[in-house]
């Protein structure tokens, strides 16, 4: 009877076994299948990132390039004590192209990441239409871009602004030898200049003037700043001690090419002495 029983529960435990063992299987083709399709994903995934690091790496090195022509631009300000030469114009024509170039594959890089954002919440087959997506989010940005866009661009502004800058210093000059003038005026300013970002404590590479307060940083250390902020859901406080300004936005900020100019001939000076 015993043996019966025993055979009995036997027969009625085995589909109940199968049925485990099935969905135990399941789970385990699921999560392998899961698992799967995010390795595939971060497969394709990195040459696209690879490619983007590039395009960023560009956008550097357009700015860099941006800046050079400022310097030139204010070389030729100070050789010829006049903002309508030919040589200004070329140069003005050459970092507004220069603009337009960052402006474009800022517009594209943002179109990759905004599609790939989605796509990671889309079928694994969402991945073949990544092309047209990019493509047709380009496409929009690119028609909603302006030329004032361009002759608002920061470089673009900056650069104009430093050649004002620059032409007043050269107005301000009267009699005698003008190069010795600007030298010794140059000279003054700096020692009452003070070149340390007061986040970084060392001296600024890139300055940028903050337009509400007037205070300067470095480029760099403070977006970092406020994008450090942002992510915490704080406002950004001028890092001088004791500014009031208690809420800096990266669209406060504006490039100073003459005060990297007067920042590079400080250093110049300093290795002669």
Known sequence: MNELNSIRGLVLLTPFRDFYFVVTSLAKTR?????????????????????????????????????????????????????????????????????????EIGCFVDSVEQMINQVRHEPPDAMFKLKDSVKEQFTELMAAMSDAEIEQHNQVVAFRDGIKKSLQQLNQVAGGSVEEELDEDIAVTQSQTNFTC?????????PVKNKKCQHYYDQEAILSLIKTKQNNKKKCRCPVVGCGNSDVKPTDLELDPVMRRMIQNHKRQSGKS
């Open 31 to 103: 999560k392998l299948f899961l698992w799967r399709v995010t390795l595939e994903r971060k497969m394709s995934m990195n040459p696209i990132n690879a490619q983007l690091s590039s395009l960023k790496a560009c956008i550097n090195d357009i700015n860099t390039g941006m800046n050079i022509v400022s310097d030139v631009a204010l070389d030729l300000v100070e050789a010829q004590a006049t903002d309508d030469s030919p040589g200004l114009k070329k140069l003005d024509q050459m970092i507004r192209e220069c603009a337009k170039l960052d402006k």
């Open 198 to 206: 007061p986040l970084t404590q060392v001296e600024m590479v890139n």
